[in-house]
T-cell receptor, first 110, second 120 residues
Framework: KNEVEQSPQNLTAQEGEFITINCSYS?????LHWLQQHPGGGIVSLFM???GKKKHGRLIATINIQEKHSSLHITASHPRDSAVYIC????????????FGTGTSLTVIP | ETGVTQSPTHLIKTRGQQVTLRCSSQ?????VSWYQQALGQGPQFIFQ???????GRGNFPPRFSGLQFPNYSSELNVNALELDDSALYLC???????????????????FGPGTRLTVL
């Protein structure tokens, strides 16, 4: 069993749709990352959150520490949002070592 | 302030060969972590270096080794390459305090663009 599970694995949406990607984890954490990886490999950190909700533009991330669950929402999706979205958690007492989900591959069709 | 850089971008090797991948940390960062990402998978932790010492290792064999230099740049070396070593290798730097993790001490990791290694 993976420490971090994401769903769905693949997602295709029409431009403008509201998108939700889910992440569940089993290890103890104090914060969770949502990362974006474009074709070619570069990874960009979107959010780091430890409670509640954070919003950046059309992206919203929520986390429920008690339920060990987080969601990433994209409102009014656009083709440039097409990427792989990865949930990652740094395990407690291990410094900055991460467990990663397998990622959700999002394709937004014009 | 420069970001994390990696070299080379792409590399093709044959089975049994050895490879060295390089990572330059973001300015001021003292911790480097290396990850292997197979096609269609999430990154897997290889090891982490903090102030030139290895600070934690994932489930990778000893033929995966590393170094961190006084300027905090880092190398990943892989000996006796196998076909399954074909992957994207990512490094990430941070200003870390390994061994003490909580929200206050945690510092965000910044990822490099990766090196795509193909083993034939």
């Amino acid at each position: 069993k993976n420490e971090v599970e994401q769903s769905p694995q693949n997602l295709t949406a029409q431009e403008g749709e509201f998108i939700t990607i889910n992440c569940s984890y089993s290890v103890g954490i104090s914060a969770l990352h949502w990362l974006q990886q474009h074709p070619g490999g570069g990874i960009v950190s979107l959010f780091m959150l430890s409670s509640g909700k954070k919003k950046h533009g059309r992206l919203i991330a929520t986390i429920n520490i008690q339920e060990k669950h987080s969601s990433l929402h994209i409102t009014a999706s656009h083709p440039r949002d097409s990427a792989v979205y990865i949930c990652a958690v740094p395990a407690l007492n291990t410094g900055n070592q991460f467990y990663f989900g397998t990622g959700t591959s999002l394709t937004v069709i014009p | 302030e420069t970001g994390v850089t990696q070299s080379p971008t792409h590399l093709i090797k044959t089975r049994g060969q050895q490879v060295t991948l390089r990572c330059s940390s973001q300015s001021g960062h003292n911790t480097v972590s290396w990850y292997q990402q197979a096609l269609g998978q999430g990154p897997q932790f290889i090891f982490q270096y903090y102030r030139e010492e290895e600070n934690g290792r994932g489930n990778f064999p000893p033929r995966f080794s590393g170094l961190q230099f006084p300027n905090y740049s880092s190398e990943l070396n892989v000996n006796a390459l196998e076909l399954d070593d074909s992957a994207l290798y990512l490094c990430a730097s941070s200003l870390g305090t390994p061994g003490l993790y909580d929200e206050l001490s945690y510092n965000e990791q910044f990822f490099g663009p990766g090196t795509r290694l193909t083993v034939l």
